[in-house]
C-alpha cells in the first residue's frame, strides 16, 4: 500500500502521504492532526521515525525486511517495559497476580468481577507460586500477535465437541502460533478465565479479552472508514502515478 510506484521499497515520500491518510482513520492519529492544539510531541516522533527509517538526509529506502525487524524490536521493548513496571524480583520472575493484572489491562471488565479473577490467581499460587518470566511473557504475546488464528482453531474445536483444556491450547500455540508455552503460565490463564473451576477454558471470553489486550485500549469500536480511506489511496497514487490509475 505504501510502494505507490511499485518499485519494491519505499521512500520516505511515498511513506509520509500515506502514513497521514491512515492517521486519519484512527480516532488516536485524528488527535495528533493539528499541532497547534497537541504541540510538536507528535511531530518530534514522526522525524525520528522518519530519520530511523529513510537517514539523515531521508534519501534512502525502507524495505519491507527493515521494516518487520522494527516491529519486532519494538513490540519486544514495549513488553519488556510493561514487564518490569512489575518490578522482577532478583530471578527476574513477576507473580502469578502480576501476569494476571497484565492480561487483563483492557479487559473491560467490572471492578468487580477483575477483583474477584485476581483474587483466584492469588489463592491459587499464593503457597506454590514460581512467578513468571519475561521469555514466558514474551512467548505468550507472541501466541496473541497469532489470536485469529488461534480463535479459529479453538472454534473448531468446540464446534467438533471437543474440551478446550490445558494439553488443548498448549497444542494450539504449538500448531498455530509456533510457540511452546510454558504449562505454568497455562495454568495461570486457566485459572484466570475457569470461572467454575471444571478445568475447561471459554475459548470465547478468553480470546475476546485477548484481542482487547493486543490493542491496548488504543482503539475502540467505531467506523473506521475503510472506504474512504481506499478512495484517498487511489487518488494519492493517482496523483503520484497518474498513468497507472488513470480510472
Known sequence: ?????????????????????????????????????????????????????????????LTIEKFLDFQQQLQK???????????PDENGRITEADFAELLLAYAGYPAKKKARMLKRVKKSFRDHGVGITKDDYLKFFHLLNNINDVDTALTFYHIAGASIDQPT?????????????????????????DENMDGQLSNREFVAVMKNRLLRGLEKPKDTGFVKLMHSLIKCARDTKPALLDF
Open 77 to 87: 521493548e514495549i513488553l519488556s517495559l510493561e514487564f518490569q513496571r512489575k518490578q
Open 1 to 61: 500500500m505504501f510502494d505507490l510506484n511499485g518499485d519494491g521499497d519505499v521512500d520516505c515520500e511515498e511513506f509520509e502521504k500515506v502514513a497521514a491518510l491512515i492517521r486519519q482513520q484512527s480516532s488516536i492519529g485524528s488527535r495528533h492532526r493539528d499541532h497547534a492544539n497537541t504541540g510538536n510531541t507528535f511531530k518530534g516522533i514522526n522525524s525520528a521515525l522518519t530519520t530511523y527509517f529513510f537517514g539523515s538526509k531521508l534519501n534512502e529506502k
Open 169 to 193: 491450547l498448549r497444542h494450539v500455540a504449538r500448531t498455530v502460533a509456533h510457540v511452546d508455552l510454558d504449562p505454568h503460565v497455562i495454568n495461570v490463564v486457566f485459572t484466570i478465565f
